[in-house]
């Protein structure tokens, strides 16, 4: 079965600081892999996605992950946050089913800090 | 693009009551269309899924079901309203393309009292 470990529940960083937000996926074949962005009261919102080819993903915002299959891994980074960062943060991988299925992690709050 | 549609956007009904919530599609034909419930620390669950008109599966067994009675609605209900059905609803579309990922509504805020 596969699985979406999100471990940081909360990340606070500070205005214009680095951040990593942490995935790592578990599943036996081919996935395709996501980040979501969700403001308050609000739907989920694709901030970049893995197909396939370069493991290096640039995303809207700013944002770019990094696919690491050996560590199963889509780490979420950005150089420099904004205050308008604050938000939750989901991974998700899917797979092909009958349709393409979306598994989710629990998300990462992240606040940015002035 | 799509765009989806969700409403209300948000909802307060005493337990035992029905449930109707519906989400229509715009921008594309024939979607794979998505129910989902997000509550609070435990992510999304994918509830109910559909590849076509009439056609539902079923992720978890519960108080809720589905139907799809046009190509781009697709509507989620209940006979009876649990406690444990609080939460927010998230519908989700996608074209029924590989690399076509998922895009979200609004989302409803059903809070049964």
């Known amino acids: 079965a596969q699985s979406v470990t999100q471990l940081d529940s909360q990340v606070p960083v500070f205005e214009e600081a680095p951040v990593e937000l942490r995935c790592n996926y578990s599943s036996s074949v081919s996935v395709y892999l996501f980040w979501y962005v969700q403001y308050p009261n609000q739907g989920l919102q694709l901030l970049l996605k893995?197909?396939?080819?370069?493991?290096l993903v640039k995303g809207i915002n700013g944002f770019e992950a990094e696919f690491n299959k050996s560590q199963t891994s889509f780490h979420l980074r950005k150089p420099s946050v904004h205050i308008s960062d604050t938000a939750e943060y989901f991974c998700?991988?899917?797979?092909?089913?009958?349709?393409?299925?979306?598994?989710f992690g629990t998300g990462t709050r992240l606040k940015v800090l002035a | 693009s799509q765009t989806i549609h969700q409403w209300p956007a948000t909802l307060v009904q005493p337990v035992g009551s029905p449930l109707s919530l519906e989400c229509t599609v715009e921008?594309?034909?024939?979607?794979?269309l998505y129910w989902y419930r997000q509550a609070a620390g435990r992510g999304l669950q994918l509830l109910f899924y559909s590849v076509g008109i009439g056609q539902i599966s079923s992720e978890v067994p519960q108080n809720l079901s589905a139907s799809r009675p046009q190509d781009r609605q697709f509507i989620l209900s209940s006979k009876k309203l649990l406690l444990s059905d609080s939460g927010f609803y998230l519908c989700?579309?996608?074209?029924?393309?590989?690399?076509?990922?998922?895009?979200f509504g609004n989302g409803t805020r059903l809070t049964v009292t």
């Open positions: 893995y197909l396939s080819g370069s493991t």
């Open positions: 921008g594309t034909s024939n979607p794979n």
């Open positions: 989700a579309c996608r074209r029924d393309s590989y690399n076509s990922p998922l895009h």
């Open positions: 998700a991988v899917s797979r092909y089913s009958g349709t393409y299925k979306y598994i």
